[in-house]
């Protein structure tokens, strides 16, 4: 069993520089959890005190039933990979590959069988008796991967292990990592920065900022239900549309834009936005959201257009709102051939129905229907 | 003239007064060093003489041969390899240390280099004064303890160099795969730093082969390093420039074979592979 669990774990560097901060975090056993946030935010750090390669300042840390929280690295018996892959330079590749059974003090027959075995599941036959300096970022990538396979660890600790790759090396080794995931069925722990990763790999995300987890949960119910505005804006590219407006109750509640501009709130959301009823909100559209065809309840608008790119399945419009100029810069995704000119006034459809109100002031989720209430850990 | 031949004549001009320069800057090296062969290899009569090779003779090697030269050649060999051979262990291991644990501290880092910034006069007395009540004067292992000692700052700092130029992601992998701290240094970080330790081992050598001031001081007749027996030479009769020069031309011939050495291994890159 290779669950793995963070107790209420934080690291403070020398300095008082923070690390991470108050991580709980549940990992299931065969779970491929996905690390993700921008640079700094902990994820990396959070990786090396699960391999025990930085150490907890409180917290516990376990592994399946084992507390490994003072456990050295050699003992926890999990595979890293690194971003930069840290392959050993003055070794081959069978034994960069065979080098964790050898420190296991494995017999040198089983070595390389499982080596070899190990090359083979990854197309590294031809490559073993070669140097690291010789080969691809690909076949490097491969190395690394293999020498973290053929120790059949408990868990596969990932560090950006995808981010050094061209793009269509990359997306190639995305899903090689999901097949093996489901061929080895082993618990994955996974650090990126790239939203994609997180959406098409995981089984969960677990999104981090400042050291602190904002929430923790399935790609797409993630998507759907942010639980905060960072989450909101990091998880997609490009982010969601932020809207400062005012929430008028009433007979027929509306978010006030500006004076004179007011966007009925759909019939389904009225009661559980009512209780922002009155204040500032911040009105969450993603680009999806707007259309160029009307719809019952979808709300028209006109989009000064300033800039245009095209990118072949869809285009990314960015522009003005006419009605309150200044307000803010939307971005709105079209379809494919739907290219307007830069200048042009084009007139969407927003979709308020799929729409969050935010709290300017905590940047949390105003909860609606259809949206669980935000998981802070799991 | 067209503009663009007139700007090509322009830039021919400008290479043409570059390689001047450069030649030029070339014969002031090299020069000294050709003089001091071409004295090497004429007869000991002619070394003042005109003419670029009047005549050519083994004499001042063979003078130099029926001296101490041979002794002082092997003391030189001996106390080089030797002086290199002891600060390298504890090199390798203060300078992975600094580097990987900020061991001491930037104040404890920049303490070790205290010696550098003396000048050699003010440690020569208390080194002698150390060596005698060790009763190591005249002797090589004295000089081989001094100059271990002399090296032991500035290979620590090459050291730290080269192993701070050593992700720490190597060892890091080498513990998750289940090694010990001690076994990722030595099986892994070690081979990569390989070298890093050759181009510092080669350096000190150099610096140990070039001593004059200590070995003057604590060395003996019998213990003389190739500096201090060329020194020697200059003798009350006057100066023997050939037997100087023919010295000269056999002290440098290592220094020529270990630089090449220098040069293949600070190009070949340290940990070129380990990562992209």
Redesign the interface.
């Known amino acids: 069993m290779a669950r793995i669990t963070l107790d209420r774990v934080s690291r403070v560097y020398a300095g008082g520089a923070l690390g991470v901060q108050d991580i709980s975090l549940d990992v299931a056993d065969g779970e491929f959890l996905v690390l993700l946030g921008p640079s700094g935010c902990g994820k990396s750090t959070t990786l090396r005190l699960i391999a025990g390669l930085e150490e907890v300042t409180s917290g516990r840390i376990s592994i399946g039933d084992r507390d490994v929280t003072d456990l050295r690295p050699r003992d926890r018996n999990l595979a890293v990979v690194f971003q930069s892959y840290a392959l050993y330079p003055t070794m081959t590749v069978r034994a960069n590959i065979g080098f964790g059974l050898r420190m296991r003090g494995m017999p040198a027959s089983e070595i390389a069988a499982r080596v070899d075995q190990a090359a083979a599941l990854l197309g590294l036959t031809p490559y073993l008796d070669r140097k690291p300096a010789v080969l691809s970022g690909g076949q490097r990538q491969r190395v690394a991967l293999g020498r973290a396979i053929v120790r059949e660890p408990e868990a596969f600790l990932l560090d950006e292990p995808l981010s050094n790759l061209d793009a269509q090396l990359r997306a190639e080794m995305r899903a090689e990592l999901v097949r093996l995931h489901r061929s080895l069925g082993r618990t994955i722990v996974h650090v990126t920065h790239d939203q994609v990763e997180a959406m098409t790999m995981g089984d969960r995300i677990c999104i981090l900022r400042a050291g602190r987890i904002e929430q923790v949960g399935a790609p797409l119910e993630v998507y759907a239900s942010p639980a905060n505005m960072f989450v909101a804006r990091f998880l997609a590219s490009p982010p969601m549309n932020f809207l400062p407006a005012r929430l008028e109750a009433g007979a027929a509640p509306a978010l006030v834009l500006a004076p004179g501009v007011a966007w009925p709130v759909p019939p389904a959301h009225a009661e559980a936005w009512g209780r922002a009823a009155g204040r500032p909100v911040m009105l969450g559209l993603r680009p999806e959201d707007f259309h160029l065809e009307p719809a019952p309840g979808r709300i028209a608008c006109a989009l000064a257009v300033t800039a245009v790119e095209a990118l072949g399945p869809e285009t990314i419009v960015t522009g003005d709102l006419v009605a309150v100029p200044g307000l803010a810069s939307l971005k709105a995704r079209l379809g494919r051939g739907q290219v307007p000119r830069p200048g042009e006034s084009l007139t969407l459809h927003a979709d308020l129905t799929a729409a969050h109100l935010f709290d300017p002031a905590t940047e949390a989720v105003i909860p609606r229907p259809s949206v669980p209430q935000p998981v802070r850990s799991a | 003239m067209s503009m663009a031949g007139r700007a090509g004549s322009r830039g021919r001009a400008a290479q043409a007064a570059l390689h001047l320069g450069l030649v030029l800057a070339c014969l002031a090296v090299l020069l000294p060093i050709l003089w001091v062969t071409r004295v090497a290899v004429v007869p000991a009569s002619m070394s003042y003489a005109p003419g670029l090779l009047p005549e050519l003779s083994g004499e001042n090697f063979e003078a130099l041969f029926a001296g101490r030269f041979p002794r002082s050649y092997v003391n030189s060999l001996i106390v080089a390899a030797g002086s290199v051979a002891l600060a390298m262990p504890f090199a390798v291991t203060l300078g992975y240390a600094f580097a990987r644990f900020g061991t001491a501290g930037r104040a404890g880092r920049f303490a070790v280099l205290a010696t550098q910034m003396l000048p050699p006069v003010a440690l020569v007395l208390p080194a002698f004064a150390i060596l005698r009540s060790l009763g190591l004067t005249n002797s090589l292992p004295g000089l081989v303890l001094v100059y271990g000692a002399l090296n032991l700052p500035f290979l620590t700092w090459i050291m730290m160099g080269f192993f701070k130029g050593i992700?720490v992601?190597?060892e890091?992998?080498?513990?998750?795969?289940?090694?010990?701290a001690g076994?990722a240094f030595r099986i892994?970080v070690l081979?990569?730093a390989?070298p890093g330790m050759a181009a510092a081992a080669v350096l000190g050598f150099i610096l140990s082969w070039n001593e004059f001031l200590f070995a003057l001081v604590l060395s003996g007749p019998r213990t003389a390093t190739i500096p201090v027996a060329l020194a020697g030479l200059q003798t009350s009769n006057g100066v023997q420039i050939g037997t100087v020069a023919a010295g000269v031309v056999l002290a440098v011939l290592p220094l020529i074979v270990a630089s090449r050495f220098i040069q293949r291994f600070i190009v070949e890159g340290l940990?070129?592979?380990?990562?992209?």
Do not use: E, H, I, N
């Open positions: 992700p992601d190597l890091w992998a080498a513990m998750s795969d289940g090694a010990t076994q892994v081979p990569t390989l940990t070129f592979g380990a990562v992209k």
